[in-house]
């Protein structure tokens, strides 16, 4: 285990910010982590996934821990599932491809997410029409006051829509190590009447999809839509979709009768904020290095040499401009580090 210092972090966050970490620690073993979190004498810790769901807006006088824990293994499985533990330092889309090699499905709508698989289950992650929650079976996470592990269920996690127990009580508290999904080995549940896979499907002469051609159909349609943070730093989705009570829903299709929306539940409607970005003039446009993605308004991008704080005033320009025009409120998605 080696501290290093003055660390550029612009290949460890996808926005590909610039900023700096005055003490770096890449962690590979669950013995690591137990020894750098019992160190003294440095300042804050700051735990750095996959660097897939962040905005990193100065630099950071932390001690940074990249997790970079690695390996798959099946726990159990019996002639229709499987439960497999990834551990947290799993590029999340290498995993999944993983699990379509084998066979395994459940995994395959959230092809192509950015970031490490350690880190979904604190946003909860999702797209079309499946989020984390729906194959998970639990997770590790080490106390980080105790160096402790301890073995969090799903209902432990207290899921929501891109949230959970580590973004709320316990922000801080712990260090995810592995999870543990339950997927299916035959008769997969396909989702397929979510957003564009249909009509992707259909396009291909694809009638009875497996779940590998819908996972190659949500990894085009994410490729037509969203930059590959490689070339165009960006972190996927900024803002949350809003979601409004019927009464909103009601006063907002009158005006609007024409917007997408989502039915949740009888009380609760989901309002697409890239279309309500993109009615405000937002899509393509540029500020300096920050701007807003051609192809997807909910997508903010540094061209270059945009800091965090130019994406944040830009991020903070649009909330203002929604907030105006429809009476919605719209909120970051990524986790900003300030």
Known sequence: ??????????????????????????????DALKKALALKGYPNLFVLGGGSNML?????????LHINLKGIEVVSEN???VVIKVNAG???????????????????????IPGNTGTAPIQNIGAYGVELKDTFVSCEAMEIGTQKLK????????????????KNEGLGKYI?????????????????????IVSELQNSGITEPSIGDVSNAVISIRKSKLPDPKEL?????????PVVNRQQFENFTKLYPNAPYYKISENEFKIPAGWLIEQCGFKG????????????????????????????????????SVAQRFGISIVPEVNIIK
């Open 285 to 320: 446009k540029r500020f300096g290095d920050a701007g807003v993605h051609k192809n997807q308004a909910l997508v903010l991008v540094n061209y270059g040499n945009a800091t965090g704080a130019e994406i944040i005033e830009l991020a903070e320009k649009i909330m203002e």
């Open 1 to 30: 285990m080696e501290i290093q210092q003055d660390i550029s972090l612009k290949k460890y966050n996808t926005f590909g910010i610039d900023a700096k970490a005055k003490f770096f620690c890449e962690i590979n073993s669950i």
């Open 56 to 64: 990193i807006t100065k630099d950071l006088e932390n001690l940074v």
């Open 79 to 81: 002639n229709d599932e």
């Open 151 to 166: 073995t969090f269920t799903k209902e432990e996690c207290q899921f929501g829509y891109r949230d959970s127990y580590f």
């Open 233 to 241: 730093g960006n972190s996927g989705s900024f803002f949350k979709n």
């Open 176 to 196: 995810i190590t592995s999870v543990s999904f339950k997927l299916t080995k035959r008769k997969h549940t396909l989702h397929v009447g979510y957003g564009a």
């Open 90 to 112: 799993e590029n999340w889309h290498n995993m999944v491809l993983w699990t379509l090699d084998h066979n395994y499905g459940g995994l395959e709508n959230l092809s192509l």
